[in-house]
Structures are given as structure tokens and as C-alpha cells.
């Protein structure tokens, strides 16, 4: 059972550049979300989907898009990075919101835009 | 901004005495509090949950607190261990289902 599972680890990009995170869970959850972790800052929800075909925006959105075409995988994408949003991403999942919200993060994907 | 936030960044605990971690939030339509711990390097790992309509809530040598009145929750760690070393947040779940995390204490253990 692997849970959570984010690919990179590490990334660097160019300012401009664009890329996808990847974020996959295997427990069968429905609800899975997007949080950037920077110093001081805690964690800040990104974007958030409660099942497949569903997301919608949390905290932080702008300059980033999500979609949930299953219920395995919530990719982030950054259209076009900028260093603002260098930082630490982390992809969660739970069962649910409002019940057994137990939620499992992943191990984070560290991302530089230079 | 922010609606959840925690009084103090870090605190110092001696080794086997009680922590102490508190949390102010400010939704008071959130109706279910969360404690995670952060290790260095790793993702945030579950600690403990309290609905709104308790008051307290017992784990393995942790105890969460919620006083509704005045928007407060505190997680108590008993016996604290190096082990407990770590970032503590606290998090809500609001009303239209995001959970929305605190900036986090830093819990430093004394030997």
C-alpha cells in the first residue's frame, strides 16, 4: 500500500516554463487537495476536488490548474512558472470531508523557478 | 487571510514533561478541528480529530481541547519524548469542505 505518492521530488524551472506534479493515492479516496508550504507561511491550500470530474479552488489558486479525471491521480499543473511560486507542494488525500477526514499527505515535491 | 493561526511559533519543553500546543481559529461555522505533526523532510501526519460538538478527545498520550466560546483548541502531549520533536498545525475543515491549516508551532524537546 503506498498511499500517497508525488513525483519529483525536486524540480527546478525556468521562469516561463511550464510543468505537471504529479499526486496518485491508491486507498480509494475522494477527496484529495493541493497545499504550497512555504517559511512562516504553514500550508496553504491550493486547489481541492471531493471525487472525479469535480475540483475546485482553495486559498491560492491563481497560476496553477488541477484536474481529476480519476479518482487515483490529482496532477497540478503551473501554466507558466514564476519564482513567486517556489516553494514546497504537498498532495493530499481523505476518505471525505465531514466524516473520517484522516488526511494522508504525500512527501512533497520541493519546486525552484529561477 | 487566515482564519486558523497558533499563539506561539516555537516552544521548549523539558524531556518527560506535558506540551502544551494552542490554536486560535476564527470560523465559527468550522465544525470539525484537526492535529497534524510535521516532521523534518515529510509530509504533515495526522495526530488527532475533534468534531464541534465535543469538548475534549484522548489518544495515545495526546488530549485535544476545544472551547468553542472562544475559539480555541490546544493539544496536549503527555510525557513529551524526542521523538515528539516536530511542527504541530492545527486545521479546520469550513463549511464548503476545505481544510485550511494554522502557520504551525515549532516543538523543541530539552533534554
Same mark, same amino acid.
Not at chain 1, 481529476?68 to 491521480?73: A, G, L, N, V
Given at each position: 500500500? &503506498?498511499? !500517497? #505518492?508525488?513525483?519529483? $521530488?525536486?524540480?527546478?524551472? $525556468?521562469?516561463?516554463? *511550464?510543468? #505537471? ?6 486507498? /480509494? ?7 504550497? @508550504? ?7 491550500? %491550493? ?14 489558486? /491563481?497560476?496553477?490548474?488541477? *484536474? ?10 503551473l501554466?507558466?512558472? &514564476?519564482?513567486? +511560486?517556489?516553494? !514546497?507542494?504537498?498532495?493530499? *488525500? ?8 484522516? &488526511?494522508?499527505?504525500? +512527501?512533497?515535491?520541493r519546486?525552484?523557478? !529561477? | ?5 497558533? =499563539? ?33 523532510? $515529510?509530509?504533515? @501526519? ?6 464541534? /460538538? ?5 489518544? +495515545? ?5 476545544? /472551547?468553542?466560546?472562544?475559539? =480555541? ?9 524526542p521523538?515528539?520533536?516536530? !511542527? ?5 475543515? %469550513? ?17
Amino acid at each position: 500500500n &503506498a498511499g !500517497v #505518492t508525488q513525483t519529483p $521530488k525536486f524540480q527546478v524551472l $525556468k521562469t516561463g516554463q *511550464s510543468m #505537471t506534479l504529479q499526486c496518485a493515492q491508491d486507498m /480509494n479516496h475522494e477527496y484529495m487537495s493541493w497545499y504550497r @508550504q512555504d517559511p512562516g507561511m504553514g500550508l496553504r491550500l %491550493i486547489h481541492y476536488s471531493v471525487g472525479a470530474g469535480i475540483t475546485d479552488q482553495g486559498e491560492v489558486p /491563481n497560476g496553477y490548474n488541477v *484536474s481529476r479525471s480519476t479518482t487515483e491521480d490529482f496532477p497540478l499543473r503551473l501554466l507558466s512558472a &514564476a519564482p513567486s +511560486q517556489t516553494s !514546497v507542494y504537498f498532495c493530499a *488525500s481523505s476518505y471525505a470531508t465531514g466524516g473520517n477526514t484522516e &488526511a494522508f499527505f504525500g +512527501q512533497g515535491t520541493r519546486l525552484t523557478v !529561477v | 487571510g487566515e482564519s486558523v493561526g497558533l =499563539h506561539l511559533p516555537t516552544l521548549s519543553v523539558q524531556e518527560g514533561d506535558n506540551s502544551i500546543i494552542n490554536c486560535a481559529y476564527s470560523n465559527s461555522a468550522s465544525d470539525y478541528f484537526i492535529w497534524y505533526k510535521q516532521e523534518s523532510g $515529510k509530509g504533515p @501526519q495526522f495526530i488527532i480529530d475533534i468534531r464541534s /460538538n465535543m469538548d475534549k478527545r484522548q489518544g +495515545q498520550r495526546v488530549t485535544v481541547l476545544l /472551547n468553542k466560546t472562544v475559539k =480555541h483548541l490546544s493539544l496536549q502531549i503527555a510525557a513529551t519524548q524526542p521523538g515528539d520533536s516536530a !511542527v504541530y498545525f492545527c486545521a479546520e475543515n %469550513i463549511w464548503d469542505d476545505k481544510i485550511i491549516f494554522g502557520k504551525g508551532t515549532r516543538l523543541h524537546i530539552l533534554p
